[in-house]
């Protein structure tokens, strides 16, 4: 059953009493959290929003998928890894950008990025519009320091919010520095944890065909499609 129907049939049954601005939306994020801890009660299709419970669809089922959509990420982490530089920031700017909700994108010139690998335009609702600088590195096990989160910072223009995406990971410190509220533009940070999770809930339409979602939520991942994309 899809999430807003359960919110509603919970309030007005009277199971649940909700302050939210939208009770489905938060019974969708407690339910994918309880689903990231491992072992939950419940299954949840991010295409759909369909929630049902594990028990159901059988449990030894369930563990197999979940133990093969661990292997399938980790091997989507290290294709992206893999890629030429220049091709990820492409393939960011081209797949991922415009998979979750950003117009007008485009990877900026190697050698006249100034900083900037790409830009583009965050639309929301198609009512609010949103400029944001992409710092993209494509990296295998290096970090990301808060003297590099400034550096961005700083190359960004009065107008940009800024998003730093990196196959690695943020120290802490530069977790800090990217939500420093004194500064004059908050970061936004995406790691090789996180970005796999994008690339394997988002919509990839039709002409796609990196990742592909099939029955009971099992991700089918094509690797000829990382391994040659823009050539």
């Given at each position: 059953?899809?999430?807003?129907?359960?919110?509603?049939?919970?309030?007005?049954?009277?199971?649940?009493?909700?302050?939210?601005?939208?009770?489905?939306?938060?019974?969708?994020?407690?339910?994918?959290?309880?689903?990231?801890?491992?072992?939950?009660?419940?299954?949840?299709?991010?295409?759909?929003?369909?929630?049902?419970?594990?028990?159901?669809?059988?449990?030894?089922?369930?563990?197999?998928?979940?133990?093969?959509?661990?292997?399938?990420?980790?091997?989507?982490?290290?294709?992206l890894k893999k890629m030429n530089p220049a091709q990820?920031?492409?393939?960011?700017?081209?797949?991922l950008l415009p998979g979750i909700g950003f117009e007008d994108c485009y990877a900026t010139q190697v050698t006249k990025d100034e900083g900037i690998d790409a830009r583009g335009r965050l639309s929301i609702m198609d009512a609010v519009y949103i400029n944001v600088g992409v710092q993209i590195k494509r990296w295998n096990s290096q970090v990301v320091s808060s003297s590099e989160i400034r550096t961005f910072r700083g190359s960004l223009k009065p107008h940009e919010q800024g998003l730093f995406i990196t196959t690695g990971y943020f120290t802490t410190n530069a977790r800090k520095e990217a939500i420093k509220r004194e500064a004059s533009h908050i970061i936004n940070l995406i790691d090789g944890e996180?970005?796999?999770?994008?690339?394997?809930?988002?919509?990839?339409?039709?002409?796609?065909?990196?990742?592909?979602?099939?029955?009971?939520?099992?991700?089918i991942l094509d690797e000829e499609y990382f391994k040659n994309y823009g050539d």
């Open positions: 059953m899809h999430y807003e129907k359960i919110a509603e049939i919970a309030i007005n049954k009277r199971w649940i009493k909700s302050s939210a601005i939208s009770p489905a939306r938060s019974i969708y994020n407690a339910v994918y959290a309880d689903i990231k801890k491992g072992n939950s009660r419940f299954l949840l299709d991010n295409r759909t929003g369909r929630i049902s419970l594990a028990k159901w669809e059988g449990r030894q089922v369930i563990l197999k998928i979940e133990e093969h959509n661990e292997q399938t990420k980790k091997k989507l982490l290290d294709l990820f920031e492409k393939f960011i700017a081209e797949v996180k970005l796999v999770d994008i690339l394997t809930t988002m919509d990839w339409g039709e002409e796609e065909r990196g990742i592909r979602i099939e029955k009971r939520n099992l991700i």
